[in-house]
Nanobody, 121 residues
């Protein structure tokens, strides 16, 4: 079994930056493809970014492309989301997700609880 835990959320001014981290625990020996999703109040959860198991594919929603960067740590059990030029509409609970699948899809097996990101002046 794999557990995911996010950190790095908080309150930031418009135009500011945050870096979210996700750490996997449990059986992490296979490595992961990672994804980040977000859910704003009253809205459906939406895909934000994904990176393949090999790291060779990165995938972004149009709303964050050019502002957010997804990456993996050198250790197999960490994933990151660097968020720059944040806008009030980026305010949401951000959740990380992971899968051992080596073919990239926007489908993930493991989910974290989420971390709040609030962009406001």
């Amino acid at each position: 079994q794999v557990q995911l835990e996010e950190s790095g959320g908080g309150l930031v001014l418009p135009g500011g930056s945050l870096r979210l981290s996700c750490v996997a625990s449990g059986d992490t020996s296979s490595g992961f493809a990672w994804g980040w999703f977000r859910q704003a109040p009253g809205k459906e959860r939406e895909f934000v970014a994904g990176i393949s198991w090999s790291g060779g594919i990165t995938d972004y929603s149009d709303s964050v492309k050019g502002r957010f960067t997804i990456s993996r740590g050198n250790a197999k059990n960490t994933g990151f989301l660097q968020m720059n030029s944040l806008k009030p509409e980026d305010t949401a609970v951000y959740s990380c997700a992971a899968t051992e699948d080596r073919i990239y899809r926007r489908e993930f097996h493991y989910w974290g609880q989420g971390t709040q990101v609030t962009v406001s002046s």
